[in-house]
């Protein structure tokens, strides 16, 4: 099975970067999602990892570390807009695509 | 021109009713999800269909069956619905899945509120 660890809020300010840990233990690993979701909206797409290491895309990046068992996602020039849920999941080697979600982290950007 | 859409968006009914939520997605993907979304956030994988081929089923009771009746559309239908079943049930599609093929990014629906009462 897979288990997916990360906090559960955050608070950060305005302009500031802000590192969001997920930790994974899971059988057949495959690669790591990141997603963000506004309140009342869908889940969308921010990054995804499958080999070590960082992952850039704008003011977002991710990295991932098999043999730990962790990924961060780093955001940084933080916005009032960035304040919103963010989804770590665990994807399945082998058939059905399968994507295992943690909770989720609360994330509060403030003035 | 929305990519994955699901209807309706919110759904009220009473305990012991039968309801569907219908789900289209024009993106060409292959596979097809449903999600649950509890009150605690959490998101959960219920069903997963590859050009019509259900692949996976997680533990959901039987009470829940999803159709797809072409590989574009997954529609999910739900008996004798129970207090319990009040969540935000995401429908979502991907490209392709299977041995040597990348994992690729799932595109989610707006999700449809299901309030039983």
């Known amino acids: 099975g897979q288990n997916i660890d990360q906090p559960t809020e955050m608070t950060a300010t305005e302009g500031a970067i802000v590192q969001i840990n997920c930790t994974y233990q899971?059988?057949?690993?495959?690669?790591l999602f990141w997603y963000q979701q506004h309140a009342g909206e869908a889940p969308t797409f921010l990054s995804y990892?499958?080999?070590?290491g960082l992952e850039e895309k704008g003011r977002f990046s991710s990295f991932l570390s098999r043999s730990k068992g962790y990924s961060y996602l780093l955001l940084k020039e933080l916005q009032m807009k960035d304040s919103a849920s963010y989804l770590c999941?665990?994807?399945?080697?082998?058939?059905?695509?399968?994507?295992?979600f943690g909770t989720g982290t609360q994330l509060k950007v403030e003035l | 021109d929305t990519a994955v859409s699901q209807t309706p968006k919110y759904l009220v009914t009473q305990m012991g009713n039968d309801k569907s939520i219908k789900c289209e997605q024009n993106?060409?993907?292959?596979?097809m999800y449903w999600y649950k979304q509890d009150s605690k956030k959490f998101l959960k994988i219920m069903f997963s269909?590859?050009?019509?081929?259900l692949i996976i089923n997680e533990t959901v009771p039987n009470r829940f069956s999803p159709k797809s009746p072409d590989k574009a559309h997954l529609n999910l239908h739900i008996n004798s619905l129970e207090l319990g079943d009040s969540a935000v049930y995401f429908c979502?599609?991907?490209?392709?899945w299977g041995r040597g093929k990348p994992n690729t990014e799932a595109f989610f629906g707006q999700g449809t509120r299901l309030t039983v009462v």
């Open positions: 269909y590859n050009n019509k081929e």
């Open positions: 999941a665990g994807s399945r080697a082998g058939g059905g695509n399968k994507l295992t």
């Open positions: 899971t059988s057949g690993f495959n690669g």
């Open positions: 993106l060409g993907h292959d596979t």
């Open positions: 990892n499958v080999l070590d």
């Open positions: 979502a599609s991907s490209q392709g």
